[in-house]
Antibody
Framework: QVQLVESGGGVVQPGRSLRLSCAGS????????MHWVRQAPGKGLEWVAV????????LYPESVKGRFTISRDNSKNTLSLQMNSLRAEDSAVYYC??????????????WGQGTLVTVSS | EIVLTQSPGTLSLSPGERASLSCRAS???????LAWYQQRRGQAPRLLIY???SRATGIPERFSGSGSGTDYTLTISRLEPEDFAVYYC??????????FGPGTKVDIK
């Protein structure tokens, strides 16, 4: 079955960097676009980034553009999120999620269990 | 920018009752690119509905989606104990590319 496992979360000071990873299994990883979605404590969901199946296209909302970089290694079935210049408002559970449709970003048919990032001095 | 509004914020119902959750968009969503998710406490979201009315794999028939344009509804025909959770709608393909509604909590009356 499809499995997505995030790692790399933790406590980091404002202005510092952190790199998250997501390991995919149970499906052909290289066939799917992948996303990061976050959820601040007690709040709703916010889309963070998407990368195409081959890594050629990545897109971000304005809230993280220029600070976050999504990447993937299809040889290792791994998705990453490099987060720089972190702010308190970036504190959240970060989920990786699979996009089942090739082409434009769509919906998410599988989610990991999430990894918690806390930005605090 | 497409903004999604969900109502009510909280819906208090009893098991066996029917639940109707609303998601309204600030502008028309092209091709009914709207999805619904369920999030139980402490868990990741789970896809219920995509394309406004298509049930995701493994989702019980008591969940149904409807609507078009700016107004969408998720209906749970008869609430089971495991259905008490938070529900989010999400649009895709608009501007910005992906946005979520603030959620509706369905709790036990």
């Amino acid at each position: 079955q499809v499995q997505l496992v995030e790692s790399g979360g933790g406590v980091v000071q404002p202005g510092r960097s952190l790199r998250l990873s997501c390991a995919g299994s149970g499906f052909i990883f290289s066939n799917y676009a992948m996303h990061w979605v976050r959820q601040a404590p007690g709040k709703g969901l916010e889309w963070v980034a998407v990368i195409s199946h081959d890594g050629g296209i990545s897109l971000y909302p304005e809230s993280v553009k220029g600070r976050f970089t999504i990447s993937r290694d299809n040889s290792k079935n791994t998705l990453s999120l490099q987060m720089n210049s972190l702010r308190a408002e970036d504190s959240a559970v970060y989920y990786c999620a699979r996009d089942p449709i090739q082409g434009a970003p769509d919906y998410f048919d599988s989610w990991g269990q999430g990894t918690l990032v806390t930005v605090s001095s | 920018e497409i903004v999604l509004t969900q109502s009510p914020g909280t819906l208090s119902l009893s098991p066996g009752e029917r639940a109707s959750l609303s998601c309204r968009a600030s502008q028309s969503i092209s091709s009914s690119y709207l999805a619904w998710y369920q999030q139980r406490r402490g868990q990741a979201p789970r896809l219920l509905i995509y394309g406004a009315y298509s049930r995701a794999t493994g989702i019980p028939e008591r969940f149904s989606g409807s609507g078009s344009g700016t107004d969408y509804t998720l209906t749970i025909s008869r609430l089971e104990p495991e259905d008490f959770a938070v529900y989010y709608c999400q649009q895709y393909g608009g501007s910005p590319l992906i946005t979520f509604g603030p959620g509706t909590k369905v709790d036990i009356k």
